[in-house]
């Protein structure tokens, strides 16, 4: 992270690529226990929120991510009544997930509270349904929260994570992976924050086979733009847990009730086609 001239930029040591937004001020800095964090005001994507010199998100471009990082997995769940975020300390994970009528409890689980008090004052319009009657927000360390849930305890598990570093490492572990499953219902789904599938191929290989190694029927890759993040093509993966992760309700998804940016029926017919790179450079 740099910088220059009142320009922020991220660049990527692994990929040999970079991101800048052109900044007007910076509006709040902690070292929390865990990261850094900071938050821009930016010429053109609104805010924008860094975790250890990482963009994380800004007011421009967050639907995508959110939006596709929810609504798939829970359309491909028959009723998704009980969800748990792992991470998400933004908020705008957990807005998207209780905009369906079905959900009873999210339960979002992120170790950073300064991450949630900061988007509260910077991100308003993702925290919205922090106060929703369904919402319970725990701030404590999500990798031992599923490791001592009961089974069968949810429907959906959203791992909104970051990257597979530092405190984020051990959500990409088979173990953690095991006893995700574990906590799911027998018809449910976890997805997962899977990086670039432009450039981390190899990541994504890692999860696939963890996830069928811990007892997951089917996965799959999602794609979607993210221009904020390395190389502007990001990824979700889900991993269902009897049954076909093509399969979703396609007619409830086609007449929902409620508003999305990005995400509908089409655009969730469509991710799921996989490019042939997958099958050429990932094996799936």
Known sequence: MSLNENWFTEANEETGTGFSLKIKAK??????????????????????????????????????????MSHPALFTVKAPKRVLIIGGGDCGTLKEVLKHPEVELAQQIDIDEAVTLASEKYFPELCESNNDPRAELKFIDGIKWVAESAPGSYDVIIVDSTDPVGPALGLFSVEFYQNCFNALSEGGVLVQQSESPLTHQTLLKEMHTAFKEVGFSDTKTLPFPQPIYPTGWWSCTMAVKAGQAEAFRETDSTNKDFKTRYYNAGIHKGALASPPMFADEIGI
């Not at 509006?27 to 930016?42: A, C, G, R, S």
Request: glycine share 4%.
């Open 27 to 68: 509006l709040y800095e902690e070292q929390t226990p865990f990261q850094k964090l900071e938050i821009y005001d930016t010429e053109t994507f609104g805010k924008l929120m860094i975790l250890d010199g990482c963009t994380m998100v800004s007011t421009r471009d967050n639907f995508l991510y959110h939006e596709m």
